[in-house]
């Protein structure tokens, strides 16, 4: 547990001397990427000042969130592969879904996204790297989903997500230049588009070179 403490004082040290500029560093979101961790850890974490979690799991996501519903200061991101049929438990669940990769996705979303509840903050993964293996809408096909996305009353458009490939050890800065292109695009196009999800444990400061202004880290907060 004492891990998780100097893990994110290492991490938040670090995020500091990346940026010089104050105002940036301020909106700069940290998402604990809380996968198989335990409830324990989370709750460690949120001593040590994290408040956004991102699950991959719908179920595991969900019990955690029920353990956790006293404390009304956390923000739950989905960040996994989402099935059609696992929406609603999306849409009536979490704070943020970062994995809107096609059209019937958002529609679902937003069809069961309650009136009650303010609109589910949502992200568009882009597949980058354009493997046919990888999650994500392709370069080709992003704008069309964004403009549907948009028109959608229950989800707040709020940006993009992706996750770079590292190839034999070296980083592919070109899809980090793609991937800052593509979120200048959107933020220029809708007012509401503030967010680049970019960045895990292994590229925080190559994803903060191109813009990143949330990162979701897993192995750097939960591993020793
Ligand atoms: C697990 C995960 C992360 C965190 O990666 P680490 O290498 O553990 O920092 C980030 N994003 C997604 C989508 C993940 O599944």
Known sequence: M?????NINILK????NLFTNKTELKKFKIVAASKNQSVEKIQMAILCGIYEFG????????NKIKKLKKN??????FIG???SRKT??????????????????????????????????????VNISEETNKNGVSIKNYQKLAITVSNMPNLKFRGIMAM??????????????NIKNIFNILKNKYKSVDTLSLGTSFDIKTAIMYNSNMIRI??????N
Do not use: M
């Open 72 to 77: 009304n200061k956390i923000i739950w991101h």
């Open 88 to 125: 609603k438990l999306v849409a009536q669940n979490f704070d943020w879904c970062q994995t809107i990769d096609r059209e019937k996705i958002a529609i679902l979303l937003n069809k069961y996204r309650t009136n009650q509840k303010p609109p589910i903050n949502v992200l568009i993964q």
């Open 55 to 62: 699950e991959n799991y719908v179920q595991e996501g969900i």
């Open 2 to 6: 004492n891990n998780i403490k100097n």
């Open 81 to 83: 592969k989402l099935q």
């Open 164 to 177: 770079p490939k590292k190839e034999q050890k070296r980083i592919k800065y070109c899809d980090y230049q």
């Open 218 to 223: 897993g192995k750097s907060i939960f591993n």
């Open 13 to 16: 040290e670090k995020i500091q």
